[in-house]
């Protein structure tokens, strides 16, 4: 009896979290037979110009171009992002989503709980056993898991390519294992083509916080700049945005992450490391409007075109056509399996 009042006051505290968040629904091709999705965001929210925003394009394009009727929630702290998830179960939505690695454990306990729920999980961590070997998910739960580290290998030559010192810089927003791969295959990169260049690197603390604390994020980065780094790669959610702010401040570049933060910058951006977000979220809608929805681990690498750097008519200027050229040549290398990307850090 206690569990289901437990269980009720949950579901009250979610329906009033949904009466401040307006439903978005397709228009033009909402039909009878649309999905229904939900999707609850990350800590920072929408507006972070990253993660978030590139699970809320993934979520408007299954809206405009399949039809599905996509509920967002952005929650608050760490119970209402359960209390939002279990709501949306609870109402046998069609599939769920949850953006960022700290939906794990509720995204595992609700496939269990509603096993005709389909849930998804972007950067779910997928545990293993004591021989290290991932454990099995529930057939209901897709694991959307990024090759971060590729695509850091590619901006951390960039970095070491264009810099005017053999120091470059990495800011990270939570020391987790999941940042741990942002900054192992940037220093890679970096080592790749200038093996006596430096890589001073630094995070914003040990919570989810870390990812939502500008005034750190430009602490750090004035830091290193003052040390004589002239790029900062920064993997760090909206604490980024203070990066770019002392990127403006000292006349250094920086480097974008997971969508093109071109304009937090402009003409102080690099580059950006692209992680496709908002193709991961679209591609899991989709494979259940095909009744194609499988569960267990998805990757999206080089390969599957799931990471990348921008070059466009905003950087070109930066970028010569040679290091385009070598970048060029790396990813191809990295795709063929020519060059092994670590995805850890060394151990010290």
């Known amino acids: 009896m206690r569990r289901t009042f437990s269980l009720i006051?949950?579901?009250l505290l979610a329906h009033a979290l949904l009466l401040t968040v307006r439903p978005a629904t397709a228009t033009?091709?909402?039909?009878?037979?649309?999905?229904?999705v939900g999707i609850v965001f990350d800590v920072g929210g929408r507006g972070d110009k990253s993660f978030n925003d590139g699970a809320y394009l993934g979520g408007t394009r299954a809206m405009r171009d399949l039809g599905a009727r996509v509920t967002f929630i952005e929650p608050g702290e760490g119970s209402d992002r359960e209390a939002g998830l279990r709501l949306l179960a609870a109402e046998g939505l069609d599939l769920v989503i949850g953006v960022g690695f700290?939906?794990?454990?509720?995204?595992?306990?609700?496939?269990?709980?509603?096993?005709?729920?389909?849930?998804?999980?972007?950067d779910f961590a997928v545990g293993t056993d004591s021989l290290g070997n991932p454990l099995p998910l529930p057939p209901n739960l897709r694991a959307l898991k990024f090759r971060e580290e590729e695509g850091s290998f590619l901006v951390g030559a960039l970095a070491a390519l264009v810099g005017k010192s053999k120091k470059v810089g990495f800011v990270g927003g939570m020391d987790i294992a999941l940042i741990h791969k942002f900054e192992a295959g940037y220093r890679a990169g970096v080592t790749y083509v200038c093996p006596d260049c430096q890589v001073i690197a630094n995070y914003a603390g040990v919570?989810?916080?870390?990812?939502?604390?500008?005034?750190?994020?430009?602490e750090m980065a004035l830091a290193m700049y003052n040390q004589g780094v002239n790029v900062i790669f920064h993997?760090?959610?909206?604490?980024?945005?203070?990066?770019?702010?002392?990127?403006?401040?000292?006349?250094?570049?920086?480097?974008?992450v997971d969508a093109d933060q071109f304009n937090e910058a402009p003409g102080y951006v690099l580059t950006s490391m692209v992680k496709g977000i908002d193709e991961a979220v679209f591609q899991s809608v989709k494979a259940v409007q095909a009744s194609?929805?499988?569960?267990?681990?998805?990757?999206?690498?080089?390969a599957e075109k799931g990471v990348g750097y921008v070059y466009d008519q905003n950087n070109r200027a930066l970028i010569s056509d040679a290091v385009r050229a070598k970048l060029d040549t790396i990813t191809t290398d990295i795709m063929a399996g020519r060059i092994v990307v670590p995805s850890t850090r060394e151990t010290k």
């Not at 919570?207 to 430009?218: D, S, V, W």
């Not at 499988?294 to 990757?299: C, D, K, L």
């Open 207 to 218: 919570t989810p916080e870390a990812f939502r604390n500008p005034g750190r994020g430009k």
């Open 235 to 256: 993997a760090s959610g909206s604490t980024g945005l203070g990066v770019f702010e002392a990127a403006r401040t000292t006349n250094r570049l920086a480097i974008g």
């Open 28 to 36: 033009v091709a909402d039909t009878a037979d649309g999905l229904d």
């Open 9 to 11: 006051g949950a579901l």
């Open 102 to 122: 700290i939906f794990t454990d509720d995204l595992l306990t609700l496939a269990r709980e509603y096993p005709n729920v389909r849930f998804a999980g972007v």
């Open 292 to 302: 194609r929805f499988t569960g267990g681990v998805q990757q999206f690498g080089l």
